[in-house]
């Protein structure tokens, strides 16, 4: 129902900019907070950024504040996360989510209900 586009193969130090729509389904994805996850090979699936329903309060890991923006554009129905500054610690398949608790600011997966298909992004010189 949700579907997470823009990866691709960067190298350090380069943009990218990820989007999240309701693909095949009527979700409007301003009414669910939306959270963007990222997983690593061999680590478990982690919460990157959040953002509340109407775009009220946002989230950001600690490893990505200063460098990612998470923002929505309700006309579009989608939501981005904006990456600069990318490091080879990025390297990742990205997901987004959402969650039906529209102002909860979900920090791990069981938060969320539903899920797109992810898109890989790799940070590599």
């Known amino acids: 129902q949700l579907q997470a586009s823009g990866g691709g193969l960067v190298q350090p130090g380069d943009s990218l900019k990820l989007s999240c729509a309701a693909s095949g389904s009527t979700l409007t994805l301003d009414s669910y907070a939306i959270g963007w996850f990222r997983q690593a090979p061999g680590k478990e699936r982690e919460e990157i950024s959040c953002m509340s329903s109407g775009a009220r309060t946002a989230h950001y890991k600690d490893s990505v504040k200063g460098r990612f923006t998470i923002s929505r554009d309700n006309g579009k129905n989608r939501v981005y996360l904006q990456m600069n500054s990318l490091k080879p610690e990025d390297t990742a398949v990205y997901y987004c989510?959402?969650?039906?608790?529209?102002?909860?600011?979900?920090?791990?997966?069981?938060?969320?209900?539903?899920w797109g298909q992810g898109t890989l992004v790799t940070v590599s010189s």
């Open positions: 989510a959402a969650d039906l608790t529209p102002y909860r600011l979900g920090r791990v997966a069981h938060d969320y209900d539903f």
